[in-house]
């Protein structure tokens, strides 16, 4: 009966993980593992009318038209303004003015798939170079992918031009200057019905938030009271995920309101949810909208206190060549007179989502980086993580403190389940030979066993309770270390230069797995042959699934498996110095089959 209830613990726990790593993928935006493939299909939808559309033929012929309205003017030239700082490469569009490209400078792409054939191919002398990285995109409208920042002006009658027209540069500088911490680009619209836009981009050395300053001229002889829209607009697209690429992560847009943050997927858009997410009527004066992908994002933000109101939706193909989603804030101008002006001011973050740099600009920013289900207890691991990181200064050792601190706050309940096992493995002989004795009477032999393990103060499932305890710690770990931008480029030693990625001589993937069997090794053999088997398959096969990680995790685990194969190896000496007692006259005699 103990080896049956063993048996079903084991198959209950497998289940539970496939079932968590199944809703794990799930809430990443992942189809399940236990749905079918769906067929793929066109995606064809009515444009949505809750934020304004851009770059369609209609707007760029009433914006050309209205940019040589005045006085007889020629049509200014739509034309891209590209912009340079020591982190970030912009390029704007002179057709709204908006970031259309944006280049993080200090952050490459990766691809662990050609990494993997890359090693391949050098194992067996096959010249492989190392291929030049390209610098990773927040922003981007080429012919494959659109994703940009927009703003502009509404509820000006008589004016739609000015939701996105072309603007003439009134500035010259484009790189950042050495010396100078900030470069600031400046945007004027021509007037139309007498109202005129000015926008000023304000970028500063070392940030990756923007300043994004909006100044309404009303030359008019009428008063105006015009909103402001912030939006961020992208495709459908996913970054890839999968065995070789590594977990993947919530992609799509986001909104932080009073009553809290909100994930709305582009499913969600396509299904209609969106509108029971986020109601584009309420008014708040606090809150912002993002755009989040596995380690960066774009957020507008307000200043706070700004009157404000959310929207999200979709745009049909005929908007930007293909179907695409937006995120977008509106915000009154105010009344502005005639002969006067007015001025919002707002803020682009366009950059990785790292704490630090997220903290300090808007409440709750840090909540774009996405901890998952368990981010009650991820954040807290964070917190502890980066507090050692101020100390030592590399992330890799940083992990392997973390590691050893956990093992010390779990001491005594790890202690009391390898005291547990190393009991079983101690009194097994005796079972096995009354598996033997009574093998045609079952009912006896649980009897017997039952005896031993009252007379040894052994519990065989002692060694559970402490796994099922911990295991959500273990899970929100493992997100900390695969959400957490930080790594991007972090290197630890030697041959590990980038713990975001895996380990490109899989040296740490094959400490782990030899480290797990050797766990194994010291666990009391079961005494059925098919429980047996499978305590030494389910390391291979969790070794095989982590093979593609990152090699922060990897590392996490091989240090957390050395441990406990330490204290394991200690309590084991402990318990076997202390010999259990014989077998007696009686029970050493075997039946013979």
């Known amino acids: 009966m ?34 079918p493939r769906p067929a793929a299909k066109a995606v064809l939808a009515s444009t949505s009318a809750s934020a304004p559309g851009v770059n369609n033929a209609a707007l760029i012929a009433a914006a050309t038209s ?15 303004v590209t912009i340079q700082t020591d982190v970030v490469k912009a390029t704007l569009n002179t057709l709204g003015a908006d970031i259309v490209d944006l280049d993080l400078l200090k952050y490459q792409e990766v691809d662990n798939h050609s990494e993997i054939w890359r090693q391949i191919k050098r194992l067996v002398g096959i010249s492989a170079p190392t291929p030049e990285k390209a610098d990773v995109k927040v922003f981007d409208t080429d012919s494959q992918q659109f994703y940009a920042a927009q703003t502009g002006l509404t509820n000006l009658p008589g004016r739609d031009a000015l939701q996105h027209i072309v603007m003439r540069v009134a500035s010259s500088e484009r790189t950042l200057a050495d010396g100078k911490n900030d470069l600031a680009v400046r945007f004027e619209s021509p007037e139309v019905n007498g109202v005129q836009l000015v926008k000023t981009y304000t970028f500063h050395r070392g940030s990756y938030a923007i300043d994004v300053t909006h100044e309404v001229i009303n030359h008019s002889a009428a008063p105006i009271a015009p909103d402001l829209y912030l939006q961020l607009v992208r495709d459908g697209r996913v970054p890839p995920g ?31 949810k969106a509108k029971d997410t986020v109601d584009s009527k309420a008014v708040t004066t606090n809150g912002w909208v993002a755009m989040i992908q596995h380690y960066f994002s774009s957020v507008w933000i307000l200043a706070p206190g700004t009157s404000r109101s959310y929207s999200v939706g979709r745009f049909d193909a005929n908007v930007h060549a293909q179907t695409t989603y937006f995120t977008a804030m509106f915000t009154p101008v105010g009344t502005v007179a005639p002969g006067a002006s007015q001025t919002v001011k707002a803020t682009l973050f366009a950059g ?35 507090k050692i990181h101020l100390v030592i200064g590399n992330w890799g050792w940083s992990i392997v403190a973390l590691v050893v601190l956990l093992k010390i706050a779990f001491y005594g309940l790890n202690a009391n389940a390898y005291r547990s096992m190393a009991k079983m493995k101690a009194v097994n002989p005796r079972i096995q030979e009354l598996n033997v004795r009574y093998k045609d009477n079952p009912q006896q032999k649980q009897q017997e066993i039952m005896k031993i393990y009252r007379e040894e103060k052994v519990n065989p499932l002692g060694g559970c309770l402490p796994i099922f305890i911990q295991m959500p710690i273990f899970i929100a770990l493992f997100t900390v270390l695969t959400s957490s931008a930080e790594m991007r480029g972090a290197p630890w030693i030697l041959w590990i230069h980038d713990l975001s990625v895996m380990d490109p001589y899989a040296i740490l993937p094959i400490l782990m797995t030899a480290t797990s069997l050797l766990q194994v090794s010291l666990q009391p053999t079961p005494a059925d042959p098919m429980q047996a088997k499978m305590m030494w398959l389910m390391p291979l096969a969790f070794s095989a699934a982590l093979f593609s990680f990152p090699a922060g995790l990897t590392l996490y685990w091989v240090t957390n498996n050395s441990l406990t194969i330490l204290q394991q190896w200690l309590i084991n000496r402990q318990i076997n110095g202390a010999k259990p007692k014989a077998l007696k006259a009686s029970d050493a005699k075997i039946v013979k089959s």
């Open 352 to 386: 990785p989502q790292e704490e630090r740099l997220l903290a300090p600009l808007a409440p709750n920013l840090e909540q774009v980086k996405d901890y998952g289900l368990l981010k009650i207890i991820a954040q807290p691991l964070f917190w502890l993580l980066s």
């Open 242 to 272: 999968g065995y070789f690429n590594g977990p993947s992560s919530y992609t799509g847009p986001a909104v932080y309101r009073d009553d809290g943050f909100h994930k709305i997927s582009f499913a969600d858009i396509e299904k209609g």
């Open 2 to 35: 103990t080896e049956f209830r063993r048996t079903l613990l084991l198959v209950v726990l497998m289940m539970s993980l496939l079932m968590l790593f199944d809703k794990w993928r799930v809430y990443h935006g992942e189809t399940s593992l236990l749905a």
């Open 66 to 80: 209205a940019s040589g309205a005045t006085s007889g003017a020629a049509a200014l030239p739509i034309e891209d």
